[in-house]
């Protein structure tokens, strides 16, 4: 009887897609590696010289003008020259702070506003799109580039919805035929202490994977009140982050991170998810305040993952992974089940920039690895554990919403389609900001 995931099973598609794709097999392990030992890439920490790569940024807020800056910083002869947003004041705010933080001005006619500025972006002469609007707009964006043979960076999550989902992989899978680069912004895969961690219990430091418990508590989130000269569409684009239909609500446009941690370790997919969530303090929007759900797989082997954002918390992550013969700290630290220390990531002091254990930023790692396979010729893609992180994301967040136990096969199945299938500034009717309550009604007696 299968008493827990066997190492074994961590040599998957999953686990090693990106590492497998990189074709740097050179562990960063100190020492003569053993025969048989999973070994992890090389990573570079900055992309090799060549000819000018330009990117196009669609979607133009905090983490998209972040995402360009850590593209910059990837390497030489790098560029921005286009941007999108069907926001003006983002557009502007994003150009001041390249030209502040880089020196980088962006021309007029290479700016675009509207619902369909990606796809003139996309059209601008650009060889990478980096993709950073609200979630729920980036399975159409993700289809477009590969349509047009652009190498993507997409940042987390890649989907709200299965129907979203679905499609990405089936876009990845058409990028990986005609030898594109996807890269995606979960980060803790490209950080070499997660991943030393990770190649140590993959080579049976804790023995037999036999759960996990995987925590992310912090404060609220920013939130925008609604003003009186903003349609609906405005207003929930505006506050994005508290709509679902929008970010897919935080346990999968922010707790994914985490999740996607546990899904790396556990190198397959849960069967079953139940969940519980609830919403004491948000103001606007309709999302949860909190999530607890257990995952199940086809082993008997459960996982429990718990998020809440509320102000004056105690807030603590967790990434732990347990084994027959110990656990894991995920961040870089090893235990047996006395609680003995028996291994840790040796992180060197900030100011030693020359130690093989040093960690690159991980937001800018991406991109690094991103040019790298693009200039020398060897394809990476990520895309695949992206969204089956995502999709794990939303089946707790279902199983949560909802009451019910959620199989893996009924969301793979799911038509779940959130949002409107057209876009234009006016009302929208068809989308409540009502919060989700499970279960039946209590009747007096």
Request: aromatic share 8%; net charge neutral.
């Amino acid at each position: 009887m299968d008493k827990g995931i066997n190492r074994r099973n961590f040599i998957t598609k999953t686990s090693l897609g990106t590492i497998g794709a990189a074709g740097l097999l050179v562990s960063c392990s100190q020492g003569k590696p053993k025969k048989g030992e999973i070994q992890l890439p090389a990573l570079v920490d900055q992309a090799p010289d060549g000819k000018v790569l330009k990117a196009g940024l669609i979607g133009c807020g905090g983490r998209g003008t972040g995402a360009a800056i850590n593209f910059l910083e990837a390497g030489p002869n790098l560029q921005i020259t286009a941007l999108g947003d069907v926001f003006q004041d983002k557009i502007d705010q994003c150009r001041a702070e390249l030209k502040t933080e880089r020196n980088v001005e962006i021309a007029d006619e290479n700016c675009f506003i509207g619902f369909d500025s990606y796809q003139k972006v996309i059209d601008s002469g650009v060889d990478i799109v980096l993709l950073c609007t609200p979630p729920h707009f980036r399975p159409a964006h993700v289809e477009a580039a590969v349509n047009a043979r652009k190498h993507v960076f997409m940042e987390k999550p890649v989907a709200v919805d299965p129907v979203g989902a679905r499609s990405v992989l089936a876009s990845a899978k058409k990028a990986e035929a005609i030898g594109l680069c996807m890269v995606s912004g979960t980060i803790r895969r490209v950080q070499k202490d997660y991943m030393e961690t990770w190649r140590q219990v993959a080579n049976g430091a804790i023995g037999d994977i036999t759960g996990a418990n995987i925590i992310r508590n912090g404060g609220a989130l920013w939130f925008r009140n609604r003003q009186p000269q903003w349609t609906d569409m405005e207003y929930m684009l505006r506050n994005w982050v508290n709509f679902c239909w929008l970010s897919g609500d935080h346990i999968t446009e922010q707790f994914i991170h985490e999740v996607d941690v546990m899904n790396w370790y556990m190198g397959k997919n849960p069967v079953v998810a139940i969940g519980w969530g609830g919403r004491q303090r948000r103001v606007t929007g309709d999302q949860y305040d909190f999530f607890s759900v257990e995952y199940v797989y086809e082993n008997g082997v459960r996982t429990h993952c718990a998020a809440r954002q509320i102000n004056g918390c105690t807030n603590r992550k967790v990434e732990q992974i347990n084994g027959t013969a110990g656990f894991a700290n995920a961040a870089g630290i090893i235990y047996d089940w006395k609680g003995n220390e028996i291994w840790k990531y040796p992180m060197p002091e900030e100011s030693d920039t020359t130690s093989p254990w040093k960690v690159t930023n991980p937001f800018v790692q991406e991109h690094i690895n991103l040019v790298t396979a693009i200039r020398t010729g060897k394809p990476i893609s990520d895309a695949e554990a992206q969204v089956n992180s995502t999709l794990i994301t939303i089946m707790g967040r279902i199983a949560a919403y909802t009451g019910k136990e959620v199989t893996w096969e009924e969301l793979m199945n799911s038509d779940l389609y959130l949002g409107p299938k057209t876009y234009v500034f006016g009302p929208l009717p068809e989308i409540k900001e009502k919060i989700p309550v499970v279960g039946e009604e209590n009747k007096a007696v």
